[in-house]
């Protein structure tokens, strides 16, 4: 069984940072492509920003230049600059692979606030 498990969440203000990991259990390698997305109170899950084995990375129109995904041999982070109160939502690790298909993790919330 396959478990992704994310850290790094909480209260920020608006105009600061904050870096969220993923840890996977197993190899993360096993996954060939891993992504973030977030989900605002009442609004539906959107893909944040996505990074393949190859490291090839794309983000979404809102985030680009300001948040970055990258991943080691160990984990996959997402570090968040310039944040602003639009960005609070529970963010989501996701992996998939042709092999193990899609999986989850549990949520981190994300809170920007002054």
């Known amino acids: 069984q396959v478990q992704l498990v994310e850290s790094g969440g909480g209260l920020v203000q608006p105009g600061g940072s904050l870096r969220l990991s993923c840890a996977a259990s197993?190899?993360?390698?096993?996954?060939?492509?891993m992504g973030w997305y977030r989900q605002a109170p009442g609004k539906e899950r959107e893909l944040v920003a996505v990074i393949g084995s190859g490291g090839s990375t794309d983000y979404s129109d809102s985030v680009k230049g300001r948040f970055t995904i990258s991943r080691d041999n160990a984990k996959m982070y997402l570090q968040m600059n310039s944040l602003k109160p639009e960005d609070t939502a529970v963010y989501y690790c996701?992996?998939?692979?042709?092999?193990?298909?899609?999986?989850w993790g549990q949520g981190t919330q994300v809170t920007v606030s002054s």
């Open positions: 996701m992996g998939t692979s042709p092999a193990l298909g899609a999986y």
């Open positions: 197993g190899s993360i390698f096993r996954f060939n492509v």
